[in-house]
């Protein structure tokens, strides 16, 4: 069993990490651990039924431990109607499984929720991950039972808001390596760095395992 200190990157390599990939990419190498979704960015307006079985089937393989990143997005991508139908379908297959799923969530905080609730899917675990928003969209996050993912840009108040068996860090494409984030966030919170690193590979731990 890995331990998973970085929740989120898109670094083909890295160890004691979740690497997010397409399935459309999906080659597993031995010892690393995965999570594979469809980006909202990335023309998922055009998915056919054979990409979804695609991603069921990668979604299946020991190595894949999350569904994701997959979410929404008010700047940049499609519709979204068409995001919001792509999540569903992703969130779909997390509860199926068991899985938690990583969440791309950009000013859509409420969207997300309310996709979930009306897909009946409330108890799917939901990792918002890159979180930069301020205390009012952590609140209402937190309050939905969100896990929040902090990378290299993230609001101190936010972290200082976050009950400590709810934080998780990343990279996610930061050139900053996680034990640097770590020790960022450590310092918005006060605490050691070692701890915050014991108790977020705890916290990925219950999620993943
Ligand atoms: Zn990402």
């Known amino acids: 069993m890995n331990e998973i200190l970085d929740f989120h990157t898109h670094c083909p390599v890295a160890t004691s990490a979740l690497i997010s990939v397409d399935p459309r990419e999906f080659d597993p190498r031995l010892g690393l ?17 054979e990409d979804y079985e695609l991603l069921d089937r990668c979604a299946r393989h020991p190595q894949v431990l ?19 139908e792509a999540f569903v379908r992703h969130l779909r297959l997390a509860s199926l499984l068991g899985k938690p799923v990583v969440v791309h969530c950009v000013r859509a905080a409420q969207d997300i929720l309310s996709a979930r609730h009306q897909a009946a899917l409330d108890s799917v675990p939901l990792v918002i991950h890159g979180m930069r928003s301020g205390e009012r969209v952590a609140r209402v996050l937190l309050d939905a039972g969100c896990y929040l993912s902090f990378g290299e840009h993230f609001n101190e108040a936010a972290v200082r808001l976050t009950p400590l068996d709810r934080i998780l860090l990343e990279t996610d494409e930061s050139p900053v390596d996680i034990n640097s984030i770590a020790a960022a966030v450590a310092h918005a919170l006060d605490l050691p760095p ?11 731990r219950k999620l993943l395992y």
């Open 66 to 84: 999350a569904i994701g990143e997959t979410g929404m997005d008010h700047l940049r991508g499609a519709p979204l109607d068409c995001q919001r």
């Open 33 to 49: 651990c995965y999570s594979v979704g469809f980006h909202p960015w990335h023309g998922i307006d055009r998915l056919t039924d």
């Open 194 to 204: 070692e701890q915050l690193v014991a108790q977020v590979t705890a916290n990925a």
